[in-house]
């Protein structure tokens, strides 16, 4: 890969370190020669699933967003604890957030959220063979999800209508329709 | 839709005001009534390009992407500025960094990229019918891209190799090769 625009890092200053992000500016030297700075957001990466029922409905997750002051309909999803593999986090992302089980749990792809500001990456997993837990696992306590069961007809719907409105999502939903639902 | 689970804001503490995103931390109140800190990333706002030259081949650009420490190849893509309109910010975006215009922008979906912490909102537009400029405009001073024409084969071999590795671009390939590109 191409490393001519490289930006060496000149110094650093560490902004904040939150529960979640870190934020610090980078100043750093350009491929002219000029300096500028860098906001930089941290983030430990998240594992996103498409989870499908037996009966061929999506799995999804209605949550307020602070960020945008609104409730989103999201396919579940999660951060990465420090130092776990992404296939475990999405097994217990689903289990927490759904009640769902699975032993088939696939990667489709994986993408950085906003390269621009932030390290963020989402690992995207399709679970299949879906089983329902009898006791469900106590997801984060500050955390308060509804499930959703819906055909990828009402998602598409629902996208159009901006009650699903973000990435990982609209990704998974477009991934769904041409890979699992084509005519 | 369902405002049961709001998380209504307690207090803020303005954490930082940057150049191109703001952080504050809101303390919060749970729809169970105990009461939680939200870390959350302002950004203006952005848009993305996919744009299809006369030959089939889709205009990317290269570009160091610091919070990653290395070279992507995306769609192009810009911030919106204050008050702009996403479809103006888009055609200019697209003469900046690729130097070429249009008369076709169609807006093709619209997605907020981590609405766990930031409100960045993507608007991914389809520009046709492209003219190259015979003098291409300035973009922005620290910004250094590289053009690159590729077609839908090569993207998709970029994206199974690493090269492209960010949700909009990801969804704009996904979108092209099912859209543009049908057999």
Same mark, same amino acid.
Request: glycine letters at 6%.
């Given at each position: ?75 579940? $999803? &999660?951060? @990465?604890? +420090?130092? %776990? /593999? ?6 217990? !992302? ?32 399709? $679970? &299949?063979? @879906?089983? +329902?837990? %009898? /006791? ?6 500050? !955390? ?35 890979? @699992?639902? +084509?005519?």
């Amino acid at each position: 890969m191409n490393n001519e625009f490289e930006e060496k890092t000149v110094s650093t200053e560490e902004i904040y370190k939150g529960k979640i992000i870190d934020l610090r500016i980078d100043t750093v030297r350009l491929p002219d020669g000029n300096q500028s700075k860098r906001e930089l957001v941290s983030h430990p990466g998240a594992v996103a699933i498409l989870a499908v029922t037996e009966d061929d409905k999506l799995v999804m997750v209605e949550q307020y967003r602070k960020p945008l002051e609104k409730t989103l309909i999201e396919i579940p $999803a &999660g951060k @990465l604890e +420090k130092g %776990e /593999n992404p296939e475990t986090t999405a097994i217990r !992302e689903l289990e927490e957030e759904t009640g769902y089980s699975t032993d088939s749990m696939e990667l489709i792809n994986s993408f950085y959220t906003s390269p621009g500001f932030a390290d963020e990456i989402v690992y995207l997993y399709k $679970a &299949g063979s @879906l089983k +329902k837990l %009898e /006791n469900s696992l106590e997801g984060d306590e500050d !955390e308060f999800v509804s499930l959703k069961e819906i055909t990828i007809e009402e998602a598409l719907e629902m996208e159009h209508s901006g009650y699903i409105h973000d990435a990982k999502t609209s990704y998974a939903l477009l991934y769904a329709k041409h890979f @699992l639902f +084509k005519d």
